[in-house]
């Protein structure tokens, strides 16, 4: 069983690292969105929510008259700011594709203001499951069966160690192997249940990739069974009711004021028109959910026989379904509220450490043999534990540093990650494994102290600026850059005190060894 565990966790290690990484990060994928796109004007007083209708309206209006689909984004504690997007059809006259457009609005002048092009958070938390580079369904397989094996480690984990809680409470420093077990288990055993949780919520929502030659074996080849399947398999129960109100009277404004006569106590977060090229179009008012893992209610206005009906989603028609909504909520996290969402940030981030320690770990038992292999190992380690989050922070430095209109910018803000986490592998192969993790830390704690810099240099924004005018965000995400950067500062200032340390052992042991 130790075996298992070993290896079923060395396996992937890196893999689950970038995993874990890239995933926690997405937990404030919102935030960071907000600050790679500093252009954006923020909502600081109360607007009246018919005053967000009315602006929004005119201008997609005047900048969207033929486009499909419509949606009014309202602003939030996590997106304090107003948006307008739009699906525009595709062209054959002038060879444009079909595509969304998404634009900010002045609150003060309900003007569009343009931001820069960028990849933002959601690209960067999309990194933990499609990997970027690789093809979609490659990505999925991959990430698929290196999340299999993390399940397998924690299950061995619980098993082998069966003094697992007694040993949480318990920390010897400064004894070298020993101490970073200690940690290893401090890291598994505290947010353990988060682990388990998102493990197999993971597993669960790519089954449909990892078991589509069940779904080709029973349901079907191709993918248009495979969205047959997955519609049949996700319909909602609904209730339907028609309600008193003229059906040539209905519109966005009408709808979204008897929505908020329903639900007194639910702030709107989004107002849609679907299928407005269609004879009787959808008018959709999604509302803050106020309890439990649901995050919204959607409520749909249509035109059905000269009357208005209004349509509601009570949740899956399925059990199975059912499952996999909570599984998916529980794993995204969407519905948490400000305190609940950097409880799943730190759990993340302690799974980066579990995982991070294990690799430290499996090079220290083997660090006797001295073999090239295993200083490469140990090499790698800083490279990937250390290298990624120094090619996070390069890929924000990017986000300021590129011309804003460079041409493919969103892509190249990408690409800088990855040139950057190359070049951490390539510096640490050429160092030795210590030098190696110094030089690492140190660098990792200037790319995060200098980003709030960054930010003011080359914007409007700077920590004083945000807390003047209640950026609440701007300056959050700057303060979590000097946090990050104090803590990477702190691990190689302890480093490089216990290399002096056993180095001037050495020594003696040498001068005594020679006497």
Same mark, same amino acid.
């Given at each position: 069983?130790?075996?298992?565990?070993?290896?079923?966790?060395?396996?992937?290690?890196?893999?689950? %690292?970038?995993?874990?990484?890239?995933?926690?990060?997405?937990? %404030?994928?919102?935030?960071?969105?907000?600050?790679?796109?500093?252009?954006?004007?923020?909502?600081?007083?109360?607007?009246?929510?018919?005053?967000?209708?009315?602006?929004?309206?005119?201008?997609?209006?005047?900048?969207?008259?033929?486009?499909?689909?419509?949606?009014?984004?309202?602003?939030?504690?996590?997106?304090?700011?107003?948006?307008?997007?739009?699906?525009?059809?595709?062209?054959?006259?002038?060879?444009? /594709? /079909?595509?969304?457009?998404?634009?900010?609005?002045?609150?003060?002048?309900?003007?569009?203001?343009?931001?820069?092009?960028? &990849?933002?958070?959601?690209?960067?938390?999309?990194?933990?499951?499609?990997?970027?580079?690789?093809?979609?369904?490659?990505?999925?397989?991959?990430?698929?069966?290196?999340?299999?094996?993390?399940?397998?480690?924690?299950?061995?984990?619980?098993?082998?160690?069966?003094?697992?809680?007694?040993?949480?409470?318990?920390?010897?420093?400064?004894?070298?192997?020993?101490?970073?077990?200690?940690?290893?288990?401090?890291?598994?055993?505290?947010?353990?249940?988060?682990?388990?949780?998102?493990?197999?919520?993971?597993?669960?929502?790519?089954?449909?990739?990892?078991?589509?030659?069940?779904?080709?074996?029973?349901?079907?080849?191709?993918?248009?069974?495979? /969205?047959?399947?997955?519609?049949?398999?996700?319909?909602?129960?609904?209730?339907?009711? %028609?309600?008193?109100?003229?059906?040539?009277?209905?519109?966005?404004?009408?709808?979204?004021?008897?929505?908020?006569?329903? %639900?007194?106590?639910? &702030?709107?977060?989004?107002?849609?028109?679907?299928?407005?090229?269609?004879?009787?179009?959808?008018?959709?008012?999604?509302?803050?959910?106020?309890?439990?893992?649901?995050?919204?209610?959607?409520?749909?206005?249509?035109?059905?026989?000269?009357?208005?009906?209004?349509?509601?989603?009570?949740?899956?028609?399925?059990?199975?379904?059912?499952?996999?909504?909570?599984?998916?909520?529980?794993?995204?996290?969407?519905?948490?509220?400000?305190?609940?969402?950097?409880?799943?940030?730190?759990?993340?981030?302690?799974?980066?450490?579990?995982?991070?320690?294990?690799?430290?770990?499996?090079?220290?038992?083997?660090?006797?043999?001295?073999?090239?292999?295993?200083?490469?190992?140990?090499?790698?380690?800083?490279?990937?534990?250390?290298?990624?989050?120094?090619?996070?922070?390069?890929?924000?430095?990017?986000? /300021?540093?590129?011309?804003?209109?460079?041409?493919?910018?969103?892509?190249?803000?990408?690409? &800088?990650?990855?040139?950057?986490?190359?070049?951490?592998?390539?510096?640490?192969?050429?160092?030795?494994?210590?030098?190696?993790?110094?030089?690492?830390?140190?660098?990792?704690?200037?790319?995060?102290?200098?980003?709030?810099?960054?930010?003011?240099?080359?914007?409007?924004?700077?920590?004083?600026?945000?807390?003047?005018?209640?950026?609440?965000?701007?300056?959050?995400?700057?303060?979590?850059?000097?946090?990050?950067?104090?803590?990477?500062?702190?691990?190689?200032?302890?480093?490089?005190?216990?290399?002096?340390?056993?180095?001037?052992?050495?020594?003696?042991?040498?001068?005594?060894?020679?006497?």
């Amino acid at each position: 069983m130790s075996w298992l565990h070993t290896w079923s966790g060395f396996a992937f290690a890196w893999l689950l %690292f970038f995993i874990f990484v890239t995933g926690t990060v997405g937990y %404030f994928e919102n935030e960071i969105d907000r600050w790679m796109k500093p252009e954006i004007a923020i909502v600081n007083e109360p607007i009246d929510d018919l005053t967000i209708l009315n602006t929004a309206q005119q201008q997609l209006t005047a900048k969207a008259d033929d486009a499909t689909q419509w949606y009014i984004s309202y602003p939030s504690a996590r997106n304090p700011y107003i948006d307008i997007s739009w699906l525009q059809p595709a062209n054959k006259e002038t060879g444009t /594709r /079909r595509q969304w457009y998404e634009k900010n609005l002045a609150p003060n002048t309900g003007e569009l203001i343009t931001t820069r092009e960028t &990849s933002g958070g959601e690209t960067l938390y999309r990194l933990h499951y499609n990997l970027h580079y690789v093809p979609i369904v490659v990505g999925y397989l991959v990430t698929s069966l290196a999340t299999m094996l993390m399940l397998i480690g924690l299950v061995t984990g619980v098993i082998i160690h069966k003094k697992i809680f007694i040993e949480f409470f318990t920390f010897r420093a400064n004894k070298g192997l020993r101490s970073w077990l200690d940690i290893h288990n401090i890291f598994s055993v505290l947010p353990l249940p988060f682990h388990l949780m998102i493990t197999y919520s993971g597993l669960i929502l790519l089954m449909g990739i990892s078991f589509a030659p069940v779904v080709d074996a029973t349901y079907g080849e191709g993918q248009k069974m495979h /969205r047959q399947l997955y519609d049949e398999t996700q319909a909602e129960n609904t209730t339907t009711q %028609f309600i008193a109100l003229p059906a040539e009277s209905l519109s966005l404004e009408t709808a979204l004021i008897d929505s908020k006569s329903r %639900f007194k106590d639910q &702030s709107v977060s989004y107002l849609g028109v679907v299928e407005r090229n269609a004879e009787q179009p959808g008018f959709e008012v999604w509302l803050d959910a106020d309890q439990g893992i649901e995050f919204a209610t959607l409520i749909t206005y249509r035109v059905v026989e000269n009357k208005v009906q209004i349509e509601q989603a009570t949740g899956k028609k399925y059990s199975a379904a059912e499952v996999y909504d909570v599984l998916e909520h529980l794993h995204e996290g969407v519905f948490a509220d400000i305190y609940l969402r950097w409880l799943y940030f730190l759990s993340g981030l302690l799974g980066a450490g579990m995982i991070a320690s294990g690799m430290i770990i499996w090079v220290q038992k083997r660090k006797k043999q001295q073999t090239r292999f295993i200083n490469v190992i140990d090499k790698l380690n800083a490279s990937v534990v250390v290298g990624l989050p120094i090619a996070i922070a390069a890929y924000f430095w990017a986000n /300021r540093i590129l011309p804003v209109e460079m041409v493919s910018r969103a892509q190249w803000e990408m690409h &800088s990650l990855f040139i950057v986490f190359a070049l951490c592998c390539c510096f640490c192969l050429v160092r030795a494994p210590e030098k190696a993790w110094q030089n690492m830390l140190w660098l990792a704690a200037a790319a995060y102290a200098l980003i709030p810099l960054v930010n003011m240099l080359t914007t409007k924004h700077s920590m004083l600026a945000s807390l003047q005018n209640n950026d609440w965000l701007m300056l959050g995400f700057d303060l979590s850059m000097l946090v990050f950067a104090g803590g990477f500062a702190f691990a190689a200032v302890v480093l490089q005190k216990r290399s002096v340390i056993t180095s001037s052992n050495s020594h003696i042991k040498q001068t005594v060894k020679g006497i």
